[in-house]
C-alpha cells in the first residue's frame, strides 16, 4: 500500500482513517512516513516563502504525531 499524498487537514484525517484496521506496527510505520513526507513537504514550502503551506502541513504533522502518540500507549 502506497503511503496516500496528505495536503491538508482532511487527508491527514482520512489517511488515520483508512489506516485504523492495520496491525498497530503497520500503523506506525504509514503514519511515521507520512510525517517524513510532510515534512519534506514543508521544507520546501520554506524555501519557497509559503507560510500558508508551512503552516498546512505543520497542522498535518500534529494530527499525524498525536495519532502516533495515542497508538504508542495501547
Known amino acids: 500500500m502506497d503511503i496516500p499524498k496528505i495536503g ?12 485504523k484496521n492495520d496491525p498497530l506496527p503497520k500503523q506506525l510505520r504509514f503514519l511515521r512516513l507520512a510525517v517524513e513526507s510532510l515534512d519534506l513537504g514543508q521544507m520546501y514550502y520554506e524555501q ?4 500558508k503551506g508551512v503552516e498546512r ?5 500534529v494530527i499525524l ?9 495501547e
Open 65 to 73: 504525531e498525536e495519532r502516533i502518540q495515542s497508538l504508542q500507549k
Open 8 to 19: 491538508n487537514e482532511d487527508e491527514a484525517f482520512q489517511a488515520i482513517e483508512s489506516w
Open 48 to 51: 519557497k516563502d509559503n507560510q
Open 57 to 61: 502541513t505543520a497542522r498535518c504533522i
